[in-house]
């Protein structure tokens, strides 16, 4: 299933989206309640944020049991990149970002 680049641009407009998704990214395969843990927001905003990843195809949810488990799917991702940034030189992209990351002295995330 291909997702709506519409879609997954409005999903990733929100920063409270963007944390669910790092937090899939730094361990995937958690619960609704695990992804509430550490979070300033209701149960039932993230479970409203769940709904909008999950209809851009970036958060897939697996039924185990009795458990809903919602894995990162990085692909609706990696197609814009290979739209948007993928027609431009990646070396020069990359070298730009490094030096960038460099002198601002931060750190990935």
């Known amino acids: 299933m291909e997702a709506d680049p519409d879609k997954v641009f409005k999903a990733l407009a929100d920063p409270g989206r963007r944390l ?10 958690q619960t609704l309640g695990q992804l509430c ?4 927001m ?46 431009f030189d990646r070396g020069p992209l990359r070298a730009l970002a490094d030096l960038k990351k460099a002198l601002e002295g931060g750190t990935d995330g």
């Open 20 to 29: 669910l998704l790092d937090r899939l990214h730094a361990e995937n395969g």
């Open 37 to 40: 843990e550490r979070m300033v």
């Open 42 to 87: 209701t149960r039932q905003a993230v479970t409203k944020h769940l709904k909008v990843l999950e209809e851009a195809s970036l958060v897939v949810p697996i039924r185990r049991g009795r458990e809903k488990l919602h894995y990162l799917n990085p692909v609706p991702i990696h197609e814009i990149a290979e739209r948007w940034i993928g027609k």
